[in-house]
């Protein structure tokens, strides 16, 4: 993209009206290391879309809602996804995320499946690239006995990183995300974790700007799961048949 | 600090350019977890993000909801935060809207009749906003530009940012080229952009 081409879309952009490759392919374009009015031309389209904002009447928002914020926020320190995790150092740490996940799992389950439903169904029917992976997902979403797995960061549970579509009867399953940045030099990788076994490698989740999909090979959940879990990888999946850097995992559920 | 008047005074700011070392030390204080720091993104973004979720959703409740999960995501993702792309209230104002055209179209998705309310109905049910005549007569000056705007720009932008049509949706639902589309939201924004740079000489 030229930065011409860009100076073109950047209205488009700034006002949310591009599609998410496009988007995507800007957002690139700001990262090369010379431009020609790109960023001047970033910031009046945003300073219109600021005025188009401030345009409306200001609503101030209840107290209840920075209280909600507030619960909602993990302690100081605790929040942030680890560097890295180390697979044999990291048994212990999920079999700990495990436990909290689960019981975060279960206060939330009694209101949250059909909101995960609805939110599942909205990403899946926005992705494109993967169809095969995308019907699998519709047809997941359309069994009742289909159930939803948040994945969250190993330190803090509240925080969901994807979401996986599990049919523990059929042994079928799909992570779909719309929070993960895509990155050129690295890829995310689904892994099954199963007892005290070495996890397995599963498919490799890609898409545009944060929303991808992967489908999880029945194969690898014949035997069952403890877990599924969501890691960062060099380019084309690990390199070792071990996760690199755990990013979120989230307990499988049982059949 | 929710009054209107300092809301508005700060988006001048940022439109000229002041506060973006500002908003780059605010952004990294939030990422090494300081709470005060988003307590303080918080007031100067909220009321203009609750009125674009309200603007969206056409309910408060889902509205407020929205602005929830938008901070909690700010949170997690201030260390993403490029001061060089905008202001920190418009970046968190596009995640506000984002999140908000997310249960929008989770709505859709379910066949939901879509409930619209006037905006005074969706307003009703939370705290008045107090806003100072000054502060009133701005946001009406940027209003009635907004008004003045050739309605074909106008529809445009508000399709795209409000109701979350991409260019291509935008293009069919109004029977024009998309090269119209782009031309109509880039003239709009220009119009708009000026506004507020006039606003802020």
């Known amino acids: 993209m030229t930065c011409a081409e860009f100076k073109e879309a950047v209205a488009l952009y700034a006002a949310g009206a591009l599609p998410p490759t496009e988007a995507a392919q800007l957002e690139a374009h700001l990262e090369g290391p010379r431009h020609e009015g790109c ?38 320190g605790g929040r942030r996804v680890p560097a890295s995790v180390a697979l044999a150092a ?10 909290w996940l689960v019981s975060a799992r279960a206060r939330r389950q009694s209101d949250d499946a059909a909101r995960q439903r609805e939110l599942c169904l909205e990403q899946v029917r926005s992705l494109t690239g993967d169809e095969e992976a995308q019907r699998e997902a519709l047809s997941l979403l359309a069994s009742p006995s289909s159930q939803f797995v948040t994945l969250a960061a190993p330190s803090d549970a509240t925080q969901p990183l994807a979401r996986a579509i599990v049919d523990p009867r059929t042994h079928r399953a799909v992570v779909v995300s ?51 879990a969501l890691s960062l990888e060099p380019p084309g999946g690990s390199p070792n048949g071990k996760p690199t850097q755990v990013l979120a995992v989230g307990p499988f559920p049982k059949s | 600090m929710y009054g209107s008047e300092a809301m508005f005074l700060w988006l001048l700011a940022t439109a000229a350019g002041g506060r973006g070392r500002d908003d780059a030390t605010l952004l990294r ?48 993702r201030a260390e993403t935060y490029d001061e060089r792309r905008g202001p920190a209230v418009g970046w968190v104002t596009s995640i506000v809207r984002s999140r908000a055209l997310d249960r929008l179209r989770a709505r859709a998705s379910l066949g939901r009749t879509a409930q619209a309310m006037s905006d005074a109905g969706a307003l009703a049910g939370g705290p008045a906003q107090m806003e100072s005549v000054e502060g009133r007569q701005r946001r009406l000056r940027v209003h009635e530009a907004l008004c003045q705007l050739p309605e074909e720009q106008r529809a445009s932008l508000e399709l795209a940012y409000f109701a979350g049509l991409t260019q291509k949706e935008i293009a ?26 006039e606003e802020g000489s």
């Open chain 1, 178 to 228: 719309t929070v993960l940045q895509p990155r050129s030099d690295r890829d995310y990788q689904v892994w099954v974790i199963r007892g005290q076994e070495p996890p397995r490698p599963g498919a490799l989740l890609r898409g545009a700007r944060g929303t991808a999909l992967a489908q999880v090979a029945p194969a690898l959940l014949e035997r069952g799961a403890d877990a599924i």
């Open chain 2, 29 to 76: 204080r939030i990422a090494a977890g300081d709470q005060g720091s988003l307590r303080t993104l918080y007031e100067r973004a909220a009321p203009v993000a609750l009125a674009v979720a309200v603007r969206i959703l056409g309910s408060r409740g889902e509205a407020e909801e929205a602005v929830q999960d938008a901070f909690v995501q700010a949170w997690q």
């Open chain 1, 90 to 99: 990291s048994a212990a740490a999920v079999a700990i995320a495990l436990s």
């Open chain 2, 172 to 197: 069919e639902s109004t029977a024009v080229p998309i090269g119209t589309v782009k031309t109509r939201c880039r003239l709009a924004l220009q119009k708009l952009a000026s506004i507020l740079e």
């Open chain 1, 39 to 76: 960023f001047e031309a970033l910031r009046e389209a945003l300073r219109g879309v600021e005025a188009l904002a401030a345009s409306l009447p200001p609503a101030r928002p209840r107290d209840e809602v920075w209280r909600n914020i507030e619960k909602r926020l993990s302690p100081r």
